[in-house]
């Protein structure tokens, strides 16, 4: 069961998005504006390429890169940084003075605000999606692509959090949300099909968790039906959630023993 | 018992290998506080007061020592001691500034598990008891730092905590936000018994708030008295300073000693404290004088 304090810190920063109009429409202009860009380049390659690439059609390009923009641009660009703020100023000990854990608080504080910017992101990638491309290549797959999202924007809320604890050592997460970044372009399947990556990278790709949070909502949207992806995702949540409650409670401890 | 500490004592160890070295923020600190008095901790910055207030909030875990808060051990049950103690930090805003304090008292009241219809109850007192019913609608980040301070003191209020912490409250208010500030303070005490402990700098928010204070330097408790024997004893004195519109002599009255003197100024040291038990008829050189003193590097006769 979902404590209901979970719920009403979701709810409340949903709310308080989606009450900000100026902030969703600055998020939704910057993600039409990379979907037609990338959507663009990749039918153009697809084009040269005598139609596909990787197994990936020009329509079934322009749904991925919709889906796969969607789940990132979603999120707070800046999380990382936020985070790694908040422990290196000291500030995270007013959150560490409340009876529930910092870490299961600040997922549902960034799920609350990441949801409706996922929800504006994806109605107008469908219009852009099939305006640009043309209609989905197997509408049925759309279904699935809907909780894939979700589960990956939590997936990368949690991770995010496990890779900002870093600060509880290092005081500076900055140069880990440079990494962590270009991790989710590259082998997260923002930017490509990890099917189009060279073999080993592929292999790597699809050992790491980074692929949950772009490439599985991207491949169902692309008219691939494969539920798998989901038990996937889901199983990655429960691993990042065990990994990032484990850096977060030895950033704690060192916290206690060494100081804020 | 509201708060028992013996022997509390916290080192920081910095540096690497060699260049390795540890700093005692906190040593050997002993006190205890009932429930329902108004303690002030105070010390110069460095003391150790904010280290202390985190050891006994459960932040900080101590290198040696005991303390209880509320009977319990809060670095081993800091979440369990929270949902008792609330916590200000005069510097560290625990609204959410895009939020108006309703929404932070909503997700604040669920945090700490009151129920809709109680945190309702609760938000209505608070409103009532704070005189600050008008400004929880309005986003935090739009208060001004003397309103955000009474949202800041209902947000930690919410659950009604046994004991609050609070760390330099009043710091950046203007004097009236100051002295109203104070007022609820003494208020929620009166009204709630509340345990208050309380670090500043401001000596009026010590006068006005605390009955007790316990001061710390360099890691020690060095004074632990009744705000009225502190008075009486350490701050027997004022300076003032008068501004002249055209040259004067000095001014020569019982209990007043000009220490500098100019065509356009005057400083003043005025003694404050009544000359008890001397006769009116006494010259005034027969009274006795206290000098201003830096109280905090006296110490304690306990």
């Not at chain 1, 990749?42 to 749904?63: D, E, K, M, P």
């Not at chain 2, 980040?141 to 955000?148: A, E, I």
């Amino acid at each position: 069961m979902i404590a209901t304090w979970f719920l009403v810190t979701l709810r409340t920063e949903a709310r308080r998005v989606t009450a900000e109009r100026g902030g969703l429409v600055v998020a939704v202009v910057f993600y039409v504006v990379v979907v037609a860009v990338l959507a663009g380049l990749w039918r153009v390659a697809a084009a040269t390429n005598g139609g596909t690439i990787a197994g990936y059609s020009a329509v079934a390009l322009t749904w991925y890169i919709a889906t796969s923009e969607a789940a990132v641009v979603a999120l707070n660009i800046r999380m990382i940084d936020d985070i790694g703020r908040a422990i290196g100023s000291g500030a995270v000990a007013v959150e560490l003075l409340r009876p529930v854990p910092v870490l299961a608080l600040r997922v549902a504080a960034e799920l609350g605000r990441s949801l409706p910017r996922l929800a504006a992101c994806v109605g107008t990638g469908v219009v852009v999606a099939t305006v640009s491309g043309g209609a989905p290549p197997r509408p049925a797959t759309l279904a699935l692509a809907g909780p894939s999202l979700v589960l990956a924007v939590a997936c990368n809320i949690v991770a995010q959090h496990a890779f900002a604890a870093i600060a509880f050592w290092i005081r500076d997460a900055g140069s880990a949300w440079f990494l962590y970044q270009k991790l989710v372009f590259i082998i997260g399947g923002m930017l490509i099909p990890l099917e189009a990556l060279p073999g080993w990278l592929h292999a790597l790709a699809n050992a790491l968790p980074f692929r949950a949070m772009a490439y599985a909502p991207a491949r169902l949207a692309s008219g691939h039906f494969e539920p798998r992806l989901l038990v996937e995702q889901a199983a990655w949540l429960g691993v990042l959630l065990v990994a990032a409650g484990a850096v977060f409670r030895a950033g704690e401890r060192r916290l206690q023993v060494v100081g804020g | 018992m509201g708060i028992e500490v013996r022997g509390l004592t916290k080192v920081f160890e910095g540096g690497r290998r060699r260049a390795r070295r540890s700093v005692e923020a906190v040593r050997d600190i002993s006190f205890t506080v009932e429930p329902g008095e108004r303690v002030a901790y105070i010390g110069p910055n460095g003391a150790g007061k904010s280290t202390s207030i985190k050891i006994l909030t459960g932040i900080l875990h101590p290198t040696r020592g005991e303390a209880r808060v509320l009977g319990v051990v809060p670095w081993e049950e800091r979440r369990r001691l929270a949902g008792r103690i609330g916590t200000l930090f005069g510097q560290r805003s625990q609204l959410w500034l895009e939020l108006t304090p309703r929404q932070s008292f909503r997700m604040l009241a669920a945090i700490y598990g009151l129920d809709r219809a109680r945190e309702r109850t609760r938000v209505g007192e608070l409103a009532e008891l704070l005189d600050a019913g008008d400004l929880f609608d309005t986003p935090v980040r739009s208060l001004s730092l003397g309103q955000r301070m009474r949202c800041e003191l209902a947000a930690c209020m919410v659950h009604e905590p046994e004991v609050l912490f609070l760390d330099e409250p009043t710091i950046g208010l203007d004097l009236l936000a100051k002295q109203r500030f104070r007022e609820l303070l003494v208020r929620l005490n009166a009204e709630r018994r509340t345990t208050i402990f309380l670090t500043s700098h401001d000596v009026a928010d010590i006068e006005h708030v605390a009955r007790r204070v316990i001061v710390i330097n360099h890691g020690s408790v060095i004074y632990d008295d009744e705000v009225q024997a502190m008075r009486r004893s350490l701050l027997a004195t004022k300076v003032v300073e008068v501004g002249l519109g055209h040259p004067a002599e000095p001014i020569a009255m019982c209990g007043v000693a000009v220490v500098e003197h100019s065509a356009t100024a005057m400083k003043l040291v005025v003694d404050t404290a009544p000359p008890r038990s001397v006769p009116s008829s006494t010259p005034c050189s027969k009274v006795r004088r206290r000098s201003t003193s830096r109280w905090w590097t006296r110490r304690s006769s306990r």
